[in-house]
């Protein structure tokens, strides 16, 4: 019985043996195909890189151009500070010549208001004169 009792055991550590070399086999199986879909994974992102690259490589050359465009746009923007501050002078000066007509035209028409009121005493003169002419005249006559 002994042998029979060393068969059995001889026979469950086959069956021990086996389980464990298909537990490692399908450990090793599933640890393989975890590592190829990484693998696939990282070479996706690897293409994906390279098609990114490819597509903004002209990128950096035209914010290059535009920042070379902003520079220039800047330049030729405190270039016309010179000409603003002209403007703003000649605006104040004109300004004041606009201050300077508006009194003149006040002072012009107060002026012709006093010149009619002077033809209209005048005129009121001239009748009072020609009345008196007259007068003077029909008082020789008599």
């Known amino acids: ?10 026979n469950q550590r086959n ?7 298909r537990l490692f086999t399908d450990i090793s199986a599933m640890v393989k195909a975890d590592l190829e879909g990484t693998n696939n994974q990282l070479l ?3 293409k994906m890189n390279e098609r990114v690259t490819r597509e903004y490589s ?12 902003v520079e220039q746009l ?4 405190h270039g016309f500070d010179d000409y603003i501050s002209q403007i703003d ?5 004109v300004a004041d010549f606009e201050a300077v007509v508006s ?3 006040n002072q012009s028409l107060n002026s012709l208001m006093e010149i009619r009121t002077l033809i209209s005493r ?3 003169h001239i009748f009072a004169l020609e009345a008196l002419v007259e007068l003077l005249i029909q008082d020789r006559e008599r």
């Open 15 to 21: 069956k021990l043996a086996d389980s464990l070399a």
């Open 1 to 10: 019985m002994a042998e029979a009792g060393r068969g059995s055991e001889i």
């Open 74 to 77: 800047n330049e030729k923007n």
């Open 103 to 105: 009194m003149l035209d």
């Open 58 to 69: 002209g990128f950096g050359d035209v914010v290059s151009g535009l920042r070379v465009f």
């Open 89 to 93: 002078v000649i605006d104040r000066q």
């Open 122 to 124: 005048a005129h009121i």
């Open 44 to 46: 996706l992102l690897e």
